[in-house]
């Protein structure tokens, strides 16, 4: 049975880009960039969460899911496979994104 990180993250990103505006949930924010496209960013509220995620990232299956698509969501942006300037337009959606979930103004 999929649990909040299983697989549900499908489903929820498919939601966000049908709303075409970030979301947050437990444990991942996600960011829809355009052209059905949707980046995942970790969701750090507290110390206490910081490292329950990261306890959960390391643990089981479906945290090893979420760490892969995150890490996937970054792959890309390093990537040649977008313009440098799409890019950072993507990192900006991003930043904006955990700004508005969490509350950190770097």
């Known amino acids: 049975m999929p649990d909040e990180l299983g ?3 499908t489903r929820k990103a498919i939601k966000v880009i ?7 949930y437990r444990d991942f924010i996600a ?4 052209g059905g496209a949707v980046h995942l960013i970790p ?5 206490e969460d910081q490292n329950n995620l990261v306890r959960r990232l390391c ?3 479906t945290g090893h899911r979420l760490a892969s698509s995150i890490v ?6 390093l990537s040649g496979a977008i ?3 799409e890019a950072i337009r993507r990192l900006k959606l991003m930043r904006e994104a ?3 979930f969490t509350g950190y103004v770097a």
């Open 7 to 9: 697989m549900d993250i």
């Open 18 to 24: 049908d709303d075409d505006k970030p979301r947050a």
């Open 31 to 34: 960011v829809p960039t355009g």
């Open 43 to 47: 969701n750090l509220w507290d110390r």
């Open 59 to 61: 643990m089981d299956e």
């Open 72 to 77: 996937d969501s970054f792959d890309y942006l």
């Open 83 to 85: 313009t440098q300037k």
């Open 98 to 100: 955990h700004r508005d």
